[in-house]
């Protein structure tokens, strides 16, 4: 079965740090991935996705993430974190025969110390 | 900032009562999904519809679930007799279809006491 794996369930950084969150997925084929961010009371909202072609993305507020087949990845990067970017943090993969239902991993929830 | 709108953004019912929920996607989406977020974060995903029609839905066999997108009025989530397990958070997004990515509304959350 399909699935999305977030190992790191709370990460800290200190400010001004670089940041890697990770996420491993499950999936035959070639899976569309996303990266949501979710901030207290809020709903979700989309920081960068994945569907062909280069495997790096770029997203919104400087984060990046890089696709990796081989290693059924796709983790989060940025450079150099701020304290607005405290939040959980949702990797979700599609299927292209699901109508775009998403299967979310577990949520990293990451701090970011001053 | 987020063009689903969902109401109630919180509601409190105790054991037994009826909950409803509400959502209006962004302006052109056909397809709607409803999913729960629990406390532990993980997301269970309940139905979806294309304009008026379902697409895919839990097995929802208890019944007390139940969802509609009717023409021209908001989408809704209903749970007919709540129960202290249904207090999550209530997500609803839509989407261009296809493979095209969700958009998501802030969420109604609801407490069963």
């Known amino acids: 079965a399909q699935s999305v794996t977030q190992p790191d369930a709370r990460v800290t950084v200190s400010e001004g740090a670089s940041l890697q969150l990770r996420c491993k997925y499950s999936y035959s084929a070639t899976p569309y991935l996303f990266w949501y961010v979710q901030y207290p009371r809020q709903g979700l909202q989309l920081l960068l996705k994945y569907y062909s072609g280069d495997p790096v993305v770029q997203g919104v507020n400087s984060f990046e993430a890089e696709f990796s087949k081989s290693n059924s990845s796709f983790h989060l990067q940025k450079a150099s974190v701020h304290w607005s970017d405290s939040a959980v943090y949702f990797c979700?993969?599609?299927?292209?025969?699901?109508?775009?239902?998403?299967?979310f991993g577990q949520g990293t929830k990451l701090s970011i110390k001053p | 900032n987020s063009k689903v709108i969902q109401t109630p953004r919180y509601l409190v019912k105790g054991q037994g009562q009826k909950a409803k929920m509400r959502c209006i996607p962004e302006?052109?989406?056909?397809?709607v999904f409803w999913y729960q977020q629990n406390k532990n974060n993980e997301f269970k995903f309940l139905i979806n519809?294309?304009?008026?029609?379902?697409?895919?839905q839990i097995d929802m066999t208890e019944k007390r679930f139940s969802a509609e997108c009717p023409s021209n009025s908001p989408c809704s989530l209903e749970i007919q007799s709540s129960e202290a397990g249904d207090s999550a958070l209530y997500l609803c997004?839509?989407?261009?279809?296809?493979?095209?990515?969700?958009?998501f509304g802030e969420g109604s959350k609801l407490t069963v006491l």
């Open positions: 979700a993969l599609s299927m292209h025969y699901n109508q775009g239902k998403l299967i």
């Open positions: 302006k052109g989406h056909p397809v």
């Open positions: 519809f294309q304009n008026q029609e379902v697409l895919q």
């Open positions: 997004a839509s989407s261009l279809g296809g493979t095209g990515q969700l958009y």
